[in-house]
């Protein structure tokens, strides 16, 4: 079982990053950051690809929407893929744009058949454009999506089933949902397809409470360390699933030393393989 563990490529973390690449298996880069980048920058880019394994991950697509896709958009992912060679390329399951405006964010649209259509239609887009479907990413959201018909497991089951897609499952997304709207993060696991999982995302929050109405909510800001409810949810994976997984480790901002981002990526691997563990003696143990 080859799964691999790495952290999200930012410029505070480079340094740390290049002088550990033994304890790191691969870097997820956000595509977005170069998209427009002088040559040099994007030569660098290139560069690192040479050194370790590279992950595209983009933040402004609006997949999941009943909005069609940026072509443009579409054709500066595709270069940029052609030019650095990823291993995979990524982007959310969100709404960022409708009517010409941009929202400024990644928010979650209202779950219906009629967003589950428009996911997979822009799906189908991005893989005639780049040549290559991305894994899709669950988002977390402070806001239980409006005029929703569909949990958010069934949805996200129900887009991956449409596109023939796979996920890229944030745990600390699932965890924040989970935990903010009253439902088990473990019943979002069983009701995806074990094989479509294909990436984890790790990362941390903090509590935040609502002024008006004094409802505290988990908020998702990848500036603080992963929770322990995080780890579980990545050995219960490890349960589930029997494919290898790309867990990355993301952080932006409030910077600790390199070695404690080390140290939760060593977490992350301890999590994952009890949860191998235990599926393979479960496997034994129906097999006797």
Request: charged residues 25%.
């Amino acid at each position: 079982m080859n799964d691999r563990f790495g952290i999200g490529w930012r410029p505070e973390l480079a340094a740390g990053i290049l002088s550990n690449l033994e304890r790191i298996d691969i870097v997820e880069v956000i595509a977005d950051d170069y998209f427009d980048a002088p040559r040099a920058k994007r030569r660098a880019l290139r560069t690192l690809a040479r050194q370790i394994p590279v992950a595209l991950h983009g933040v402004s697509l609006g997949l999941a929407s009943a909005v069609e896709v940026d072509k443009r958009r579409l054709e500066k992912t595709a270069r940029l893929i052609a030019e650095v060679q990823p291993e995979f390329w990524s982007e959310h399951l969100a709404f960022v744009r409708g009517g010409g405006i941009e929202i400024g964010h990644l928010a979650a649209p209202p779950r219906t058949e009629a967003t589950v259509e428009g996911a997979a239609h822009n799906l189908a887009a991005a893989k005639r454009i780049v040549g290559s479907s991305p894994l899709v990413e669950n988002i977390a959201t402070l806001i239980d999506p409006p005029g929703s018909k569909l949990s958010e497991a069934n949805w996200t089951a129900n887009i991956l089933d449409a596109a023939n897609g796979r996920l890229l499952l944030d745990l600390h997304n699932l965890y924040a949902n989970a935990v903010n709207f009253s439902f088990d993060p473990y019943t979002f696991i069983d009701l995806i397809p074990p094989e479509r999982v294909a990436t984890i995302h790790l990362a941390g929050g903090r509590w935040i409470t609502a002024k008006s109405s004094n409802e505290r909510r988990l908020l998702d800001d990848h500036l603080h360390d992963v929770p322990e409810p995080v780890y579980e949810l990545l050995r219960y994976v490890g349960e589930k699933t029997s494919q290898p997984l790309t867990v990355i480790l993301e952080r932006d901002g409030r910077y600790p030393p390199m070695a404690a981002l080390l140290s939760q990526l060593a977490r992350a691997r301890q999590a994952l393989q009890r949860g191998r563990e235990r599926r393979h003696a479960q496997l034994k143990l129906e097999a006797a």
